[in-house]
């Protein structure tokens, strides 16, 4: 975007009819269309065949973040249903940490049908190893990033757990479908590691074990950085123009050594999608 009159919405939008959105994964990841732009000519090929598409040398980085399972469905004792969307942790502050929590934790949350949510504690029963599990929700704090919202929980179990058992893997909105079992593992890449994403890196997702072994047989090194997709994915841009929207942060974070062997590179260094770009912007 070189100037602020490029940056329009209108100019930007376009028409995606529905019927041209894929509703569920193919069962073989790599066998997934891939289109091919070189030397001004577009063709398609098999996403299987990528390796043969990168030059040898090259430097490949992927987002090992993992999907967590950030909806939490609750009911008022009315009957009203609140949908709490955990964002990002708020104490403690550090993912690891927070997930590691055990009994109570805080986050920053969007909240469906906040109108319907008053002062009340909300909870949710689960079973969790065979035991019997009380989540407890109350609000602490509204701010323009959202709202957040503490949880507790009568058991030992850590609050990764707990969130694994009561809560349900979010899929992207344009998929106009609930969230089904097969989601838990497609709407993960093969190389997810670090739980904290509210979205899938969805680049990654076609990869397989297969096709990073041939990638990695073409001489190509691949390097991975963890960038927790938050809540910009589903926010809208209600400016008019796109430079004046104001995104909503992310985590990352890279190893010194990740830092090291990107200085020494000599070669093409590729990025697996829009959060590895944005995490090598970054760290430049």
Known sequence: ?????????????????????????????????????QNGTISEDRFRNIPGHLPAGSLLFFNNTRVIHARLKFKRATGASIEIFCLTPVAPHDYQTSFASR?????????????KWKEEELEIALVLNGQSIILKARQLQRSDEGITVSFSWNAQSSFAEIIEAAGTLPIPPYLNRDTENLDRERYQTVYSRHDG?????????????????????????TLEVTLHVGAG?????????????????????????????LARHQGLVIATGTTSLRSLESLY
Not at 233 to 240: C, E, I
């Open 233 to 261: 994915t589903f926010k809208p841009v209600k400016s008019t123009n796109a430079l004046e929207h104001e995104m909503h942060h992310e985590f990352f974070t890279v190893s010194r050594e990740v830092i090291s062997r």
């Open 103 to 115: 009994s109570s934790c805080s986050w920053l949350c969007m909240v469906g049908n906040l109108k």
């Open 197 to 221: 994403s509210v979205a899938a890196p969805t680049a990654g997702l076609h990869f397989t074990d297969k096709t990073l072994e041939e990638v990695r047989n073409k001489n190509i090194d």
């Open 1 to 37: 975007m070189g100037s602020k009159e490029h940056a329009f919405i209108e100019k930007l939008s376009y028409t995606l009819p529905d019927d041209r959105i894929a509703k569920y994964p193919l069962h073989e990841r790599d066998a997934s269309k891939l289109l091919v732009y």
